[in-house]
């Protein structure tokens, strides 16, 4: 299985918008965003399902929205009115497969 390749991430003051991709090797079916921050256990930040549906954590509904381009083999987590607490690895996991390596975000105040 190969794993996604995330890419996007970067320094952004507080109130900024970065967003994330996440390339695959196939049809994204389902994709899920996680994130870790330091001395943090990695957490579930956005869902979407094979039918479309979407799910957010609650610290990052209304800010974060997530989405695929099967043309391109891509997802993408679009994040705007960035808060320092956002800062993290982010992972993307592609139609339940394994993580990435991940790409940092980094929010300061």
């Known amino acids: 299985q190969v794993q996604p390749v995330e890419s996007g991430g970067g320094l952004v003051q507080a109130g900024g918008s970065l967003r994330l991709s996440c390339g695959a090797s196939?049809?994204?079916?389902?994709m899920d965003w996680y994130r870790q921050a330091p001395g943090k256990q990695r957490e579930l930040v956005a869902a979407?399902?094979?039918?479309?549906?979407?799910n957010y954590a609650d610290s990052v509904k209304g800010r974060f929205t997530i989405s695929r381009d099967n043309a391109k083999k891509t997802g993408y987590l679009q994040m705007s009115s960035l808060k320092p607490e956002d800062t993290g690895v982010y992972y993307c996991?592609?139609?339940?497969?394994?993580w990435g390596q991940g790409t940092q975000v980094t929010v300061s105040s």
């Open positions: 196939r049809s994204i079916f389902s």
């Open positions: 979407i399902t094979a039918g479309g549906s979407t």
């Open positions: 996991s592609v139609n339940f497969g394994s």
